[in-house]
């Protein structure tokens, strides 16, 4: 486990390019040193937005892109053809910038393939194996969940499946799949983004550990939480005079 390093960014523009620029370069960094990088992705606006600025950014310099291994921590159990499923926002934002194949891409199961999340769930931890991410990338909610992991849900002390079934979200659909914390806290890093005010309180409690699912986040390596000015508005400011 390790403490949340805060960064903050003056605008939700600044803050998106400035993520962009940090995985390129945490990539980069990581590819010297191994094969290859897994990602975990999550779905939600501000993540859609880092990875048109990443796949746009990647693309100017030396980042082998065919040495990422995409995963994703959570996804609406909808059909392949459906827009709302986040694999399918993310990679039509990265696959078009970058040269990423399917062999690359690990999407969570959809209806087609599957017959319920429950199912779909077993099918993706088969394929995940023991697979850590190297870096998990959580977009956080307003209610401070991130992934699918929804506040007192019982499904926060699962710690033996590394991903569950979801069939009642708060949010439609209704019905989803998601890596559990055991999953996303044996990332080497896991990296939260959060931008507006909708998130101020969920950041706050996220940051100063009260109970949503956000402050039960924490990379092996390091945890980093990328933030706007407006999501930080309930966080402390010191100002420092020189
Ligand atoms: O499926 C969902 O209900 C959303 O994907 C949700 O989990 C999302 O990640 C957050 O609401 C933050 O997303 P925004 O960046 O769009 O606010």
Same mark, same amino acid.
């Given at each position: ?10 605008? %939700?523009?600044?803050?998106? !390019? =400035? ?10 960094? +990581? @590819? $010297? ?41 959570? %996804?609406?159990?909808?059909? !392949? =053809? ?10 039509? +934002? @990265? $696959? ?59 499904? +926060? ?86």
């Amino acid at each position: 486990m390790t403490h949340p390093r805060v960064h903050r960014y003056s605008d %939700e523009q600044t803050l998106t !390019s =400035s993520v962009a620029a940090n995985l390129v370069k945490r990539i980069i960094e +990581l @590819l $010297a040193t191994k094969e290859k990088v897994h990602l975990g992705l999550s779905g939600g606006d501000s993540a859609n937005q880092v990875y048109k600025a990443f796949g746009k950014l990647a693309k100017t310099t030396n980042l082998d892109a065919r040495r990422l291994e995409l995963w994703w921590t959570c %996804e609406r159990y909808v059909p !392949s =053809s459906d827009h709302r499923r986040n694999s399918t926002q993310a990679l039509s +934002l @990265l $696959a078009g910038a970058l040269p990423i194949v399917p062999s690359q891409t690990h999407a969570m199961p959809a209806p087609t393939s599957t017959a319920d999340p429950q199912q779909g769930a077993l099918a993706y931890a088969e394929e995940l194996g023991q697979q850590k991410f190297d870096i998990c990338l959580l977009n956080l909610a307003p209610d401070g969940h991130v992934a699918d992991l929804y506040p007192d849900d019982p499904a +926060l002390s699962e710690d033996n499946a590394r991903v569950i079934g979801v069939l009642e979200a708060p949010n439609d659909p209704k019905e989803r799949i998601t890596c559990t914390l055991k999953t996303i806290n044996e990332s080497s890093e896991v990296w939260v983004l959060a931008s507006g005010y909708s998130k101020a309180e969920a950041v706050e409690e996220g940051i100063t550990g009260k109970h949503v699912p956000a402050s039960m986040v924490s990379g092996q390596d390091a945890t980093h939480w990328f933030i706007d000015q407006r999501a930080a508005s309930r966080l402390p400011y010191h100002e420092c005079k020189l």
